[in-house]
């Protein structure tokens, strides 16, 4: 009988998925550590999957051809129970097609596959939409792992940082209400590194919308450390709740919340993609576990 949860084991670590929302909710390094957040009273998630939009809409409505649909931040995807299309001890595939239900909030026909994979000390993570109707296809679509703040709990979250592949000179975006603000901010990048404090989020998530890495690093100099790299998104979100939790999301996105001064059409929305009728896009990320001394 097909099961609602799977736990890949590998070499070095070991990931658990459920069929609700095709998401991660466990993280686990050689040592058993566990590094994902789990779902506590701060925030009911653990690593939900972004589809078809990411952030919010104006108003919480697509607009379609003069038509409006509710659809709530972040999208419907993370609600929805997927398929299981494959699983096996260490990689596993689910799938969510329309249906009548989706089809109120997003009158599109689509194939949104999800796979996970293991490598030693590494979790590969695979999004591909598949448009199988005949109109173009708008949507956006993120990552939102949540991970332990700290990873150790002896260990200050003020000891935290993350260091990007490359330099981040570039201003950031902020949101205000759920919404992009028109413009952008310094940076609190000091060259590749954002030291890391409950403060840093007090406006929200930090959102590089163009980032120059691909790639970022996450640790105290001591303990367990994430390495996240990435393929085919363009922004990155970095997000704690305000107000200080114990959980820091590392986000990479192809889409972004609406700016507050759009209210135009989905399809014409900065940071959509647009699948021509029979083509796919594929995404990745990847999760690699590490431990400094």
Same mark, same amino acid.
């Given at each position: 009988?097909?099961?609602?949860?799977?736990?890949?084991?590998?070499d070095g670590i070991s990931a658990t998925i459920v069929g609700q929302g095709a998401e991660l909710v466990s993280l686990r390094d050689?040592? $058993?550590?566990?590094?994902?957040?789990?779902?506590?009273?701060?925030?009911?998630? @653990?690593?939900? #999957?972004?589809?078809?939009?990411? %952030?919010? *809409?104006?108003?919480?409505?697509?607009?379609?051809?003069?038509?409006? !649909?509710?659809?709530?931040?972040?999208?419907?995807?993370? =609600?929805?129970?997927?398929?299981?299309?494959?699983? %096996?001890?260490?990689?596993?595939?689910?799938? *969510?097609?329309? =249906? #009548?239900?989706?089809?109120?909030?997003?009158?599109?026909?689509?194939? &949104?596959?999800?796979? !996970?994979?293991?490598?030693?000390?590494?979790? %590969?993570?695979?999004?591909?939409?598949?448009?199988?109707g005949d109109e173009l296809l708008p949507a956006s679509v993120g990552a939102h792992p949540a991970f332990n703040w700290p990873l *150790?709990?002896?260990?200050?979250?003020?000891? !935290?940082?993350?260091?990007?592949? +490359?330099?981040?000179?570039?201003? #950031?975006?902020?949101?205000?209400?759920?919404?992009?603000?028109?413009?952008?901010?310094?940076?609190?990048?000091?060259?590749?590194?954002?030291? &890391?404090?409950?403060?840093?989020?007090?406006?929200?998530?930090?959102?590089? +919308?163009?980032?120059?890495?691909?790639?970022?690093?996450?640790?105290?100099? @001591?303990?367990?450390?994430?390495?996240?790299?990435? =393929?085919?998104?363009?922004?990155?979100?970095?997000?704690s709740k305000p107000g200080g939790a114990p959980f820091l999301c590392i986000e990479p996105w192809h889409g972004i919340a609406s700016?507050?001064?759009? +209210?135009?059409?989905?399809? +014409?929305?900065? $940071?959509?993609?647009?699948?021509?009728? $029979?083509?796919?896009?594929?995404?990745? !990320?990847?999760?690699?576990?590490?431990?400094?001394?």
């Amino acid at each position: 009988m097909e099961q609602d949860s799977l736990t890949l084991q590998g070499d070095g670590i070991s990931a658990t998925i459920v069929g609700q929302g095709a998401e991660l909710v466990s993280l686990r390094d050689a040592d $058993g550590t566990e590094l994902l957040w789990q779902a506590g009273p701060a925030w009911r998630r @653990h690593s939900p #999957v972004l589809f078809p939009i990411v %952030g919010r *809409l104006e108003g919480d409505q697509l607009r379609h051809r003069r038509q409006s !649909y509710p659809m709530t931040q972040h999208g419907f995807a993370r =609600d929805r129970r997927f398929a299981w299309a494959e699983q %096996g001890p260490m990689s596993c595939t689910l799938v *969510l097609t329309d =249906d #009548v239900e989706t089809r109120t909030h997003y009158p599109f026909a689509f194939r &949104l596959a999800i796979g !996970y994979d293991l490598k030693p000390r590494q979790l %590969g993570v695979t999004f591909e939409i598949t448009n199988t109707g005949d109109e173009l296809l708008p949507a956006s679509v993120g990552a939102h792992p949540a991970f332990n703040w700290p990873l *150790l709990p002896e260990l200050s979250k003020d000891a !935290y940082r993350l260091t990007f592949a +490359d330099d981040e000179p570039a201003p #950031v975006r902020r949101l205000k209400d759920g919404l992009l603000l028109p413009t952008p901010q310094p940076t609190p990048i000091a060259g590749k590194t954002l030291p &890391l404090s409950e403060k840093l989020f007090d406006a929200d998530a930090v959102i590089l +919308d163009r980032p120059a890495s691909t790639s970022v690093r996450y640790a105290a100099g @001591h303990g367990p450390a994430i390495e996240m790299s990435w =393929d085919g998104f363009n922004e990155l979100g970095i997000w704690s709740k305000p107000g200080g939790a114990p959980f820091l999301c590392i986000e990479p996105w192809h889409g972004i919340a609406s700016p507050v001064d759009f +209210d135009g059409e989905f399809t +014409d929305k900065p $940071g959509v993609m647009r699948i021509e009728p $029979g083509a796919k896009r594929v995404l990745s !990320y990847r999760i690699g576990l590490d431990r400094e001394p």
